[in-house]
């Protein structure tokens, strides 16, 4: 049984933010018999869309490792979770909205800081380049903020001192609870090798907040020029069919 984790924002989906040219990619692998697992910092109501246009029913995580949602059908074996909607198990791992948006509050007049929760739709769509319909849905907070814009970056000690992570990805900084990508991965891995047995783990990101992803899987692949030493370097999503069968 194979698991490919996939980063979305400049992984499996471009700068215009549109699906189609993902669908090839994602086919492919669930031809091959990947289950799809999406591993974003993009909110619930994001990965939604996307699933919904990809035809992807796997479980996904969000908001940097801050929650696992699970269909309902998935496991067929008990297991702790946090909460449960009409169609999820969610476990959630990271720090409610409520505290962050609490602790950015009381600075970021200081320095600068321009996120989701003081943003109108305007400036996402400004310094996102989201189009208006996902601009919305990235406003959806549940366990984490995205700075776009700061002064300075001595907010990211003042935040750590909290008792919050602060990670970044491509473009922006992260702040979210005492979890990353890679321990919301370990915890889903757990549940498909109690019902599989043997699980071949591999993963796709582009950014420094994927790193704790590649060291909790089998098989990295790294969009880009960062380096890690459990990832190989490629230039898009598309050489990771060329390399794994």
């Known amino acids: 049984m194979r698991v490919i984790f996939l980063d979305l924002d ?34 619930r109501a994001e990965q939604e869309y996307y699933r919904k246009a990809l035809n992807v029913e796997d479980p996904f995580i969000v908001e940097t490792g801050s929650a696992i949602y699970i269909p309902k059908n998935i496991f067929p074996f008990k297991f702790n979770f946090t909460r449960e909607t009409q169609k999820y198990f969610i476990i959630e791992l990271g720090e409610s909205y409520r505290k962050i948006q609490n602790v950015l509050s ?11 929760g003081n943003s ?30 700061w002064r300075n970056e001595k907010f990211v000690d003042i935040i750590k001192s909290k008792g919050l ?29 109690k019902l599989f047995g043997d699980v071949e783990s591999y993963a796709v990101g582009d950014s420094f907040n994927d790193f704790p992803l590649f060291e909790v899987v089998d098989k990295a692949f790294i969009v880009g020029n960062l380096k890690h030493p459990e990832a190989v370097n490629i230039s898009s999503i598309k050489e990771v069919l060329e390399v794994i069968e």
């Open 165 to 193: 992570t602060v990670s970044k990805g491509s473009r922006f900084y992260n702040v979210h609870g005492n979890t990353n990508k890679g321990k919301a991965a370990h915890v889903l891995l757990l549940l498909y090798s």
């Open 10 to 43: 400049k992984t499996l989906i471009g700068d215009d933010y549109s699906p189609e040219p993902a669908k090839q990619i994602i086919d492919e692998l669930k031809r091959r018999g990947f289950r799809i697992i999406f591993n974003s910092s993009k909110t």
């Open 106 to 116: 009381e600075i970021s007049w200081v320095f600068g800081l321009k996120y989701y």
């Open 120 to 149: 109108t739709i305007e400036e996402i769509m400004k310094f996102t380049g989201l189009p208006k319909h996902l601009a919305e849905l990235a406003a959806r907070r549940e366990y984490s903020e995205t700075i776009f814009r």
